[in-house]
């Protein structure tokens, strides 16, 4: 047999692609279902977060902070719980990453707050002594992109059934509705909202005017995204 | 002597060298720590094991001729040869799939074996230790190990010298600053420093015993200074006429009515640990990840800045 | 030597394409499989049940500790 498949190299082709699709079928099928399920407390994010994610990965912050804690005793002494697979049920993409030159960030929500994150994008070796992690000051006068977020969540509502303006079922029993606006005005009415909170909560002048006169800062939408990841 | 021999030599014997002048010539040398002796004998075992085996390859393609029976087929003139399977990769090949066998059966069974099972025998046994090595530590080791849990999880807000960096974070070398009284008299507060919800009244349910009115700008000032300063100086008959029904005397606290404003204690840094905390600086979060006795240690670590 | 050879032929450019649309076919069918399931799975959430007391190796695993949430 393996001489005909020599001397007939397409079939040969089609079985090698067979035998590799096997391998990947039994490997991916079965737990796909239970994979894509989304874990209890899971929510989506909110059309301010979904912007601070996407400043996330415009600097490549992924590059250097994972979003994995793995069930090693040293790992979840250090950055909380260990990660579940339902917690990314709408990660789209996810943003595991694959080397930590900083710390994981999947629970910083957890153990950071707005003004800790204020000073450290300001000058992280400030509060960090002998970070190696770069200033990120152009996140306090760029403006976030609240149009794109808003797309990204009607796609993903749409074609990916994430439960917006429904109930999602919290851990201690609640539940937790997730609005997002039904016209684009509404959407940034929302993430307005959603940022004055937050410039409560911060210290640079400028960052609050500009949240006072109806617009977001990056760092505001980044914040927002951190505070998410619990 | 076969010139390629003699290179291999040469080339060992430079490497060798090499190896020992980084080797010495770096900041303590092998130090003796396992790592390092192990890191040099794998280099040696590298640069030996490769140079034999360049040998060994390059001399077989100087001396050595194609024969033994070829396979039937010919494709456009290159031929195969039927050699047998080598032994050593027959062996390594068997070897594996029992290896494979014994995973998938009784190693890492599929469908029984869990990750997180496997997570929480491993606190389990880390927890064991931990309780047979620092259940009891008591004083300066106490202290040791609450410093080492303050530079791995408290010192990014609060500062290497816990000083709060700048007032970025609370300043824990001493109790209470006045900007930090201040705020809590106007404004009240309700942070669990208890364990239990138990508010403290704003400006507006202060009375001053003394003179049966509410308490006033200048008497917060005063009394501010006053708890700031270590219950020291001016304000004592004020902080006595207001706080001191709930405080006490000595604003060392009470059991469920108020917490210690003097000083730091374990149960006032335990609660703080567990809840987390918000006042004028901003939020603290809560860090009940902490298991008890490193709780216990961090309150020795900060109760000892204060108490020189 | 053999000479019956065409590059045309199911063995040569043909094959190649036809393999190709092979291949597209079912990441195609994979895809469009992927999202039907997530949209299914959507808002079917679970629970991790009393975590602490799940075994390194025990075929009860999953039938006891993961639950739907209703």
């Known amino acids: 047999m393996f001489h005909w498949l020599e001397k007939n190299p397409f079939f040969f082709a089609v079985g090698v692609f067979v035998v590799i699709a096997f391998a990947g079928l039994i490997e991916i099928v079965p737990n796909f279902a239970q994979a894509s399920r989304p874990v209890i407390g899971t929510a989506p994010y909110s059309t301010l977060e979904l912007a601070g994610r996407h400043v996330y990965i415009k600097n490549s912050c992924n590059a250097c902070h994972s979003q994995l804690i793995r069930p090693f005793k040293s790992e979840t002494d250090r950055y909380g719980h260990y990660s579940l697979s339902g917690e990314y049920a709408y990660d789209r993409p996810f943003l595991w990453g694959s080397k930590r030159t900083g710390p994981d960030l999947h629970r910083v929500g957890n153990y950071r707050t707005t003004d800790w994150h204020e000073n450290h994008m300001k000058d992280p070796a400030a509060v960090v002594p002998g970070s190696i992690m770069p200033a990120y000051k152009w996140m306090f006068t760029n403006k976030a992109d609240i149009n794109t977020a808003y797309a990204e969540q009607l796609t993903v509502a749409q074609y990916f059934s994430v439960p917006y303006n429904k109930p999602v079922p919290m851990k201690d029993g609640s539940t937790k509705t997730v609005k997002m606006g039904a016209s684009v005005a509404e959407a940034n009415a929302l993430a307005l909202e959603q940022a004055k909170e937050i410039a409560a909560d911060m210290k640079d002048q400028d960052v609050k005017d500009a949240v006072a006169a109806g617009e977001i800062p990056e760092i505001v939408a980044l914040i927002a995204y951190m505070n998410s990841l619990k | ?308 | 030597m053999n000479e019956s050879r065409s590059v045309f032929s199911i063995h040569g450019v043909t094959g190649m394409l036809i393999a190709t649309v092979l291949l597209l076919g079912i990441l195609v069918f994979l895809s469009v499989k992927a999202m039907s399931v997530q949209n299914a799975n959507a808002e079917n959430f679970y629970q991790v049940k009393d975590e602490t007391s799940i075994k390194m190796i025990s075929k009860d695993n999953f039938a006891n500790h993961i639950e739907d949430v209703k």
């Open chain 2, 1 to 308: 002597m076969n010139k390629l021999y003699l290179g291999g030599i040469i080339f060992t014997a430079l490497m060798l060298v090499f190896t020992y002048i980084s080797v010495g010539g770096s900041k303590g040398g092998l130090n003796g720590d396992i790592v390092n002796m192990l890191a040099v004998a794998g280099a040696v075992a590298l640069v030996i094991i490769t140079v034999f085996v360049v040998v060994k390859y390059v001399r077989q393609m100087q001396t050595d001729t194609a024969e033994g029976e070829l396979a039937d087929e010919s494709w456009d003139n290159i031929g195969e040869y039927k050699n047998p399977v080598p032994m050593g990769w027959a062996i390594m090949f068997l070897g594996t799939m029992i290896w494979g066998m014994w995973y998938f059966i009784a190693g890492y069974p599929v469908n029984a074996y869990s990750q997180i099972g496997e997570y929480n025998e491993d606190t389990a046994a880390h927890n064991a230790k931990f309780e047979a090595q620092y259940a009891s530590i008591t004083g300066d080791k106490l202290v040791a190990m609450g410093e080492s849990v303050f530079l791995a999880e408290c010192k990014v807000c609060h500062g290497l010298a816990a000083d709060g960096i700048d007032g970025k974070a609370a300043n824990l070398n001493v109790r209470l600053e006045a900007n930090t009284v201040k705020y809590v008299i106007e404004n009240g507060s309700n942070n669990m420093l208890l364990g239990t919800e138990m508010p403290m009244p704003d400006r507006n349910g202060l009375f001053n015993a003394n003179t049966g009115e509410l308490i006033t700008d200048a008497e917060i000032d005063t009394v501010s200074q006053y708890v700031a300063n270590g219950m020291q100086g001016e304000g004592a008959e004020i902080f006595a006429g207001v706080c001191a029904s709930c405080h006490g005397m000595d604003g060392k606290g009470m059991e469920y009515v108020a917490p210690n404003i003097a000083t730091f204690d374990t149960a006032l840094v335990t609660n703080v640990l567990n809840h987390g905390k918000k006042g004028v600086i901003g939020a603290m979060p809560a860090f009940d990840r902490l298991n008890a006795k490193q709780k216990e240690a961090v309150s020795a670590y900060i109760t000892s800045l204060s108490a020189q």
